[in-house]
């Protein structure tokens, strides 16, 4: 009996530590996608003189405007320089 509550709780430490990795694979996703938004809205104030809002509001207009993810758009302007190839 002692054999089964161990392998019980066994089981529910795999499934816990399981659970655990996964909120810190998203969370480490998460702060990724932030720094590069944080960069990519860095160069557009640069580029473009504008406010860390206007550039946040620019990324996230083209994103909603093309259907693509915030750090997809984020990524581009920080290999491009500049996000006016995602404009229409």
Do not use: P, W
């Amino acid at each position: 009996m002692a054999a089964e509550g161990s392998a019980d709780e066994l089981a529910e430490a795999r499934t816990e530590l399981a659970a655990a990795t996964d909120r810190a694979v998203h969370l480490e996703r998460a702060v990724v996608s932030h720094r590069k938004i944080g960069m990519a809205m860095g160069i557009l104030m640069e580029r473009h003189r504008i406010t860390e809002e206007q550039a946040f509001d620019r990324l996230r207009v083209l994103s909603q405007r093309r259907n693509v993810k915030l750090r997809d758009v984020a990524e581009r302007v920080i290999y491009t320089g500049d996000a006016e190839q995602l404009s229409d």
